[in-house]
């Protein structure tokens, strides 16, 4: 065992870890943060996303030790410093962005990333963006209206309740 | 996945000291590599992470071309090749998904040498030089099948020169579930000729297609493959595809490739 | 009527807890002192057990138990929920499915030992110690050669592999064949309904916790319906009684059907926590879900369709194979049945049908009901020879189906395969379809779609389902082994805020804002004054879960049912509270007043006044305000609708791509349209899915080719366009007092026959007239091969 140590949601952090803890089992185990989900062992559905210095990662495919000394977000530092929803979450909730919920910190973490580098995208953007974020149950109508929603696009024209 | 002892130089020379131990292996972006651990079909003893060795990062122009240092991401060279050799920074900005991006890099694509992959294409189709800690190979001796390349136990991928050619591009289509290439084909046009390699389609791994290299050179027009017919065999034939569709998609890719190309 | 009531698209309270990361699966519980499992899984498809060698595994660290099929051969078996009996009369052959394999594993990934150490990682390390010898006998893939060999079995006391050949209706046979015989012309289709893996984004995953003070079991599951899986479990498998057992579904990320049944990992880790006295865990891997969960679908079908030269119906009948795979799971033999052959009438008024289905053993994993559950597989049929009996004869697709609809004048109707349809108005969806879809614009973006170089085309579907699956009383004398009701208590606190314990489970439904909608607007309280207990048998009464788009149509009403008696008896406390006559006092709007003056409480001063019973009728009338419905649906309902999919076909590559996707539904009364939308759109995601990209594969020796995300095709969001969906026709069912209908497998059962006659359509249109079906999913590699002919 190692111990490491990291920013987390702009807090020092450290735990014990081998060679083999991925940052997501570390986030998870470690920390408690579970907020952070599994669900493929592949590197593709998206469930697991965390920011890593700022970039979107899937964080079942980064090893803890190699994120050791860096800055990491993830969906339990994405609301508003008063707990409240920020504008991501809240266009999701407002637009039926999500029905279980597994898949949805991971879509909120990717939908930050997309943000921060397009501040305005087409739907077709929107699309391709999330193309490693799987989502089962939304069919990705009211997802993609939430983030164009998210980033202060009028989305009245699009279609459903 | 099993345990393994994690290293993390800074140096390449670091790099090449702790791969000198029995069953080390090298980590870049881990972004097929971890996967592979987790179903414990490949159990290192030693993990060498080269994200931290900062003379392995970066794009620039040199005298013989441009230069990817080997543990850059695919977002890196999405972004830093743009203006360079656009048919690059396309392929880079086509892999996997921004999460991929964003940490999966040119030598460990090229070190996995994965027949669907996107990258050997553009290597091999520009005429790329694979440096490693120990020499220089060419693009052409390097891939050698799929899964096999020339590389020798131990030995480190530390950048790739791409002679950048005046025309190129890379069209890929998915396979829809990976989203790896179905098959994709790069051509680049050069001053003495045209090359064109295709992934995704051919058992053997990625491969030139002399023939329509012969063509485009004579004339570098989407008509000038129209004629030629690619040969089902050795093709891959799975779930998502026939041996006899990849060798349509062969011809089909490389035209709109050709259309694609600026 | 309060703002969130009925009606409205009030967002989702749950959506926080999602949002922020808040949310509890099953994988985010950690219990003290809790273990961790793996399961050992066959790598080949079908093989006799020698030896399981566990002794250099025990010996690793941590490692605390090692069980075997052995330790659970004692153990009753994990029952099918449904007996179909066979056309003959004979009994339905019904192997026992065992906790964990013993004696033989029949599919790739049959879990045949569990493992149990203080980590998982050691857990892992000590599965890959044990030493298996198993014998490889041949595997038994392909239905057809499944049923032809008789030697080749994947239960050594059942010949030929069949399960059951079930006739509906049987007595119907001789005059469906009469009529084919003189028909005017008979369009022959055959067809495979493609096996699916549900994929759920949180996979299974469970915690046994056993306690050996009071020894009561609890176990902590990814489930639909905990009540049901704690009578499967309890009664049935481990043979210990129901109170000793609280089963626990928290936050579970969407089910789709897989999460209904109770699989043989729950028992076992139950079991592991009694022997080792601590809790153990278990979540699966996305791989083991693959191989392990129950897959949908699968049917090879043929089916004919007879009509005159005018296109009317004369009579339709289909042979199905319906693959069960190894063993019966809880429903798989209710699916291919009753849930199939019924519908096959669809919304036309064909008036002869008949059904035949044989289910198959095979050496793949088990299939049941995924979103849909025989109704997509029936919709799929009937409305792909639809629309080849329409090319043959050469009538509009849209013509045909409106000329055999059933028509609003003639409910309720009693179709010739059993069900009695309440409602419906099949014309008018398709005329509301006509409209948003703008189907008079397709020439015309058909010209644009020709200039790009892409062939377009249009396909249509008009589907109906039953869903609410019911009554009990009939589907027991159909061979259903349980009852179809659900049960509600609603209970009002002494300030007035309400507790609702419903049977349903939401696993993305958004029950937890839908039903306080319901009851706000009955008690003319506020939404936000009125939670939702589910998903815990130790909290809510004794209901089936969610599962068939049951919960609003009949959760839903069981809570009406109860919140009645709740107004009922505050009638009778405000009776005596305003010193008037029961019969004289009104309800609405959360007062009770005396009709005629103005006196009156508020729901709150009854509710105080119920449990601070000071000035209250204690002579005849009990203390609290809390009351439990059970409800048992008189009928299905039968939700419908028109869909057209617009695709446009790269004619170099075989491409399919949605340019445009319309649903207009009919589900009788909306709640909360937000939510009805988004369970549409899930649907259709679905649907497309089925159509274009999914499909799990086995080779000829039963080994799954399919077996992860990277090919198994998912949907993702650039593969998908955004829809337009309507609800606004609505005929509101008859006989449950909310007048709803299911919407949550709508999109999954009408949108792939819409997709496929849509590339057939392309094609054709395209020159290509010999292609008159595609089998799904309809790969780009499947239509360019097509093309060439």
Known sequence: MTTISMTVNGKAVSGEVEGRTLLSSFLREGLGLRGTHIGCETTQCGACAVHLDGQLVKSCSVLAMDAAGASVTSIEGMANGDGSLSVIQAAFQEHHGLQCGFCTPGMVMATAALLKVNAKPTETEVRHYLEGNMCRCTGYHNIVKAVMAASGQDVSAIAAE | MHNFEFVKPSTVADAVKAMAGSGAQALSGG???????????????????????????????????????????????????????????????????PAVRNRGTIGGSLANNDPAACYPSAVLAAGATVHTNMRKIAADDYFQGMFTTALKEGEIITSVTFPVPHKSAYVKFNQPASRFALTGVFVAKFANGVRVAVTGASNNGVFRWKEAEAALSANFAAGAVAGLVVSPKDMINDLHGTAAYRANLVKVLTKRAVDAAS | MPKDGIGASTVRREDIRFLTGKGRYTADINLRGQ?????????????????????????????????????????????????????????????????????????????YAIVVAETLEQARDAAEAVVTDITELPAIVDMAQAIANSDNRVHDEIANNVCFDWGWIEDNRAAVDAAFASAPHVTTLELTNNRLAPNAMETRASIGDYDSGTEDYKLYTTSQNPHLSRLLIAAFVMGIPENKLTVVAPDVGGGFGSKIYHYGEEAAVLAASKAIDRPVKWVADRSEAFLSDAHGRDHVTKIQLATDKQGNFLALRTETMANVGAYLSNFSTATPTFLHGTLMAGPYKTPLVYVNVKAVFTNTAPVDAYRGAGRPEATYSIERVVDKAAHELGIDPLEIRRRNFIQPDQYPYTTPVGLVYDTGNYNATLDKLIDIGDLAGFEKRAAASKAKGKLRGLGLSTWIEACGIAPSNLVGVLGARVGLYDAATVRVNATGNISVMTGAHSHGQGHETVFPQVVADMLGIPASSIDIVHGDTSKIPFGMGSYGSRSLAVCGTAIVKATEKIIAKGKKIAAHMLEAAESDITFADGKFSVAGTDKAKTFGEIAFSAYVPHNYPLETLEPGLEETAFYDPANFTYPAGAYACEVEVDPETGQVTIEKFTCADDFGNVINPMIVAGQVHGGVAQGIGQALLENVAYDDNGQLLSGSFMDYAMPRADDLPFYTVDHSCNTPCTHNPLGVKGCGEAGAIGTPPAVVNAVVNALQRGGHKHVTHLEMPVSPSRVWAAMQG
């Open chain 2, 31 to 97: 972004q097929t590599l971890l996967p592979t651990m987790k179903a414990r079909l490949a159990a290192p003893a030693v993990l060498v992470s080269l994200t931290g060795v900062a003379e392995m990062k970066g794009v620039c122009m040199g005298d013989d071309g441009l230069s990817v240092g080997a543990a850059t991401t695919h977002a890196t060279v999405a972004a830093e090749a743009r203006k360079s050799f656009a048919g690059l920074a396309n392929l880079a900005n086509g892999i996997g998904d």
């Open chain 3, 35 to 111: 273990a961790y499992a793996v399961f050992l899984r066959s790598d080949v498809a079908h093989g006799r057990i020698n030896d399981i060698d566990t002794k250099a595994a025990m010996a690793m660290p941590g490692v605390l138990a090692i069980m075997t099929g052995a330790d659970f051969a004692a153990m009753g078996g994990n029952p099918a929920g449904w007996h179909i009996p066979s056309r003959d009369g004979s009994a339905m052959k019904e192997p026992k499915r065992p906790v964990l394999a013993h004696g033989k594993v029949r599919h790739v990934g049959d879990a």
